[in-house]
């Protein structure tokens, strides 16, 4: 029998080691894996690589692992945001590498991984500072730049149903990366509102199939919490 | 600004709007044409913010505000997202500005300045991605100076991807011979214009046809 | 208002011209778009460069299509089949011109052309005949291949739901080559099941957004039609 | 040989089996154990054959026969399919072969004949994705040739890419220092194996630790 299920947040986590790459999914708020984030804070794993679309939002998740100094660098594509002021002082503080990406590039390069491919010739960047030193090529007239995959040991990530065979289902946009960054990581490592027998999801809804989960955490939705409307963003 | 460049769009049109003022531009698509709007980070036929109290965390747009999901919508992943934008099939794309330069290169993600925080997220994708791309921006800066430049100053976000500017003054198309001006604020003369922009133009209006 | 439906398949295909490339659905006779082939006959277009993973099953689709002497050339990974008479014998009239593709990369060749990678790295088919005298490279000391994306200007797929938007939902293994085929051509035309009313489909089951399909077509599934099992495949 | 191979088969592993003979394997599966079959046309937890009457053809595997899908199956498209397999998701595929040589080249898809339609579907993904490649043939010729052989004179499907070779004479592992032979059938002396084989082996039973 297979069963990916894991008891609790500290148990799912608790072989992420000093200096791993971690993935971490979610476009601000949406789809972040809270729980398990705070659970690696008390695991105490340092000097890690994150990869996620932003670089913290306030002082929870993504923003509290910053803030516990627990980050040696960040690749991401959007770190300055209005509640962004964690990640704004620790890079000004010359205490964080960034490594900025363009997301669609973010997206394609983690999906890259778990596709198995070497690298990929994409339009977006080119002839701008995101592209400086990059090897580049025409291809039908138009110019190209090289791009690689990002690999990752670990990924942490959010969805609302799972089941033992870690298949998952997600909600609304807070899918975003879960599915590529489920692939993209030697460990998958997905926090789920809910835990379902197997067999109750749709087969034809699955979104991310079992086989690029290794772990499955129950953690529900906070019931009858507030739904604070998140801050506005600032100009693009 | 954003009522202007929503009388352009098309019905049926798939069309992302920029964080921002290009936001804006979806209070003002005309009601009896059916257009599609994209969010990168992951719904196709976005629909206006919820009402108070109905917000929901998990539905919201690139700005990372609350909006829904009209009927016909679809939820996807950031690498479909972003294929929708990088493989062409987006029809309009419309962006914030700092700088467009005659040639259509975009600088709109960074000012260079040394202790600015960078932050890309998809503008660069959308640039070379829409099929057609439009800057709403102010035609100055608050000092005085065009934004519209020979060349742009600021960090690109794309080479030759504009084709339309959409500023507080006038409507102007980047085309193979150089900026053309296709509308004007109502009481604006086109050599004032000209005088406020950093760069020749020519008026589409009073010229022939293009030589 | 957006009304994608057609009445009837001839009037979807009305433009298919001489000398176009069209993807064609299906994995043998499972997704292949049997009535929408049929009117692509009718048509008339000559000098086709067909896309699809086989090279046609018994005497109807895609090879009724071949029959019929419409393909000047065929894009596949797995022409030879039992029932493969048709092809067969225009393969050995050279009557046909073959590209034989490694179904990884067929697959991911027709994804770049949707997610506009002008080429990418892959392992699949390096050292082999299907490789040769393509660009090789070493990346972290594996041997990679680079292939190029496959364009098209139609692609003509099935799915089990659509609506007027183009959204399309599929089923089971009749999936396959559907989502990736409406992203790459210029023009995706589906012919569904049923076509349901905008906003029945839920969002989070989509699988190809309208937004990569241009032409929707009802064509009911055959009501009581008896499911004769396919013949079994030949030694791969 | 089918049988011999399902043996090997951890609990939980992700496997694909290829069309043909490793397609028996299936059959054989331990029931004590949770194995998730994978089918290249796009389905995760493939089932046995249905029912007579109750086939579905939009339901089929790899070989196109008809096939059933078990509690907590998922169906993805072909992208998504060649991504588990490329990307390096399955435990272990199994395939059929012609030649496998010394160095772990296999050659399972064409024949090399003038006269020969060649075919390959995804043995080429899954002989460079599958963490571990089983072949599963028989050790002979029908002209007595042995099918293992110190380089392959069929065009190839994947180089140094075999793992594990079953036939119906031996089990026998590919490694960094040559074919070593793990199982053999009852009562068969490795000499005469040796004898009917094209290469050099070692009997991994009889010699001491490896060098």
């Known amino acids: 029998m297979i069963d990916k299920t894991f008891a609790c947040a500290a148990d799912?986590?608790?072989?992420?080691?000093?200096?791993?790459?971690?993935m971490i999914g979610g476009f601000g708020t949406a789809g972040m894996p809270s729980e398990l984030i705070d659970a690696l804070i008390a695991r105490?794993?340092?000097e890690l690589t994150i990869v996620n679309n932003n670089a913290g939002n306030g002082d929870t998740g993504v923003a509290a692992l910053l803030k516990a100094k627990r980050v040696r660098k960040i690749i991401c594509s959007f770190p300055r945001q209005v509640d962004s002021h964690v990640f704004d002082a620790l890079y000004r503080a010359g205490e964080i590498e960034l490594e900025l990406v363009p997301q669609g590039n973010l997206a394609e390069r983690i999906r890259a991984t778990g596709a198995g491919i070497g690298a990929f010739y994409t339009r977006t960047g080119y002839g701008t500072l995101l592209a400086e030193g990059k090897e580049t090529r025409m291809i039908d007239g138009r110019h190209y730049v090289l791009e690689h995959p990002i690999h990752a040991d670990f990924a942490l990530i959010k969805a609302r149903y799972g089941d033992r065979w870690g298949n998952l289902v997600y909600r609304k946009t807070a899918r975003n990366f879960g599915p590529l960054m489920a692939a993209a990581a030697r460990c998958a490592i997905a926090?789920?509102?809910e835990i379902v027998a197997l067999g109750e999801l749709d087969p034809e809804s699955v979104?991310?199939?079992?086989?690029?989960?290794r772990r499955v955490v129950e953690i529900p939705a906070p019931s009858g919490a507030a739904v604070a409307a998140p801050p506005v963003e600032s100009h693009r | 600004?954003?009522?202007?460049?929503?009388?352009?769009?098309?019905?049926?049109?798939?069309?992302?709007?920029?964080i921002g003022l290009p936001t804006l531009v979806a209070n003002h698509l005309p009601p009896d044409r059916e257009i599609i709007l994209h969010t990168e980070n992951g719904l196709l036929g976005m629909g206006p913010a919820p009402a108070a109290g109905?917000?929901?965390?998990?539905?919201?747009?690139a700005g990372k505000q609350p909006v829904t999901a009209l009927p016909g919508a679809s939820y996807f992943h950031h690498a479909d997202s972003f294929a929708m934008m990088r493989g062409g099939h987006l029809d309009c794309c419309v962006l914030g500005g700092y700088q467009v330069s005659v040639a259509g290169d975009l600088a709109n993600w960074h000012t260079g300045a040394r202790d600015a925080i960078p932050a890309v997220g998809g503008a660069m994708d959308l640039a070379i991605g829409a099929k057609s791309v439009y800057v709403i921006m102010e035609h100055q800066t608050r000092n005085g100076e065009s934004k519209i430049v020979e060349r742009c100053t600021y960090?690109?976000?794309?080479?030759?991807?504009?084709?339309?500017?959409y500023t507080d003054l006038a409507v102007i198309d980047v085309t193979p011979v150089g900026l053309v001006v296709i509308d004007m604020v109502a009481g604006l003369a086109f050599t004032e214009l000209q005088r406020l922009s950093?760069?020749?133009m020519r008026d589409a209006m009073a010229a022939g046809p293009a030589e």
């Open chain 1, 12 to 22: 799912a986590v608790a072989d992420i080691h000093d200096g791993a790459t971690v």
């Open chain 1, 44 to 46: 105490g794993a340092r």
């Open chain 1, 191 to 193: 926090q789920v509102h």
């Open chain 1, 207 to 213: 979104v991310t199939p079992g086989i690029f989960v």
């Open chain 2, 1 to 18: 600004m954003a009522a202007r460049v929503a009388r352009d769009i098309d019905n049926g049109a798939y069309v992302n709007l920029g």
């Open chain 2, 54 to 61: 109905d917000e929901d965390p998990d539905l919201i747009n």
């Open chain 2, 155 to 165: 960090p690109v976000t794309g080479l030759a991807c504009v084709n339309r500017i």
């Open chain 2, 198 to 200: 950093g760069v020749p």
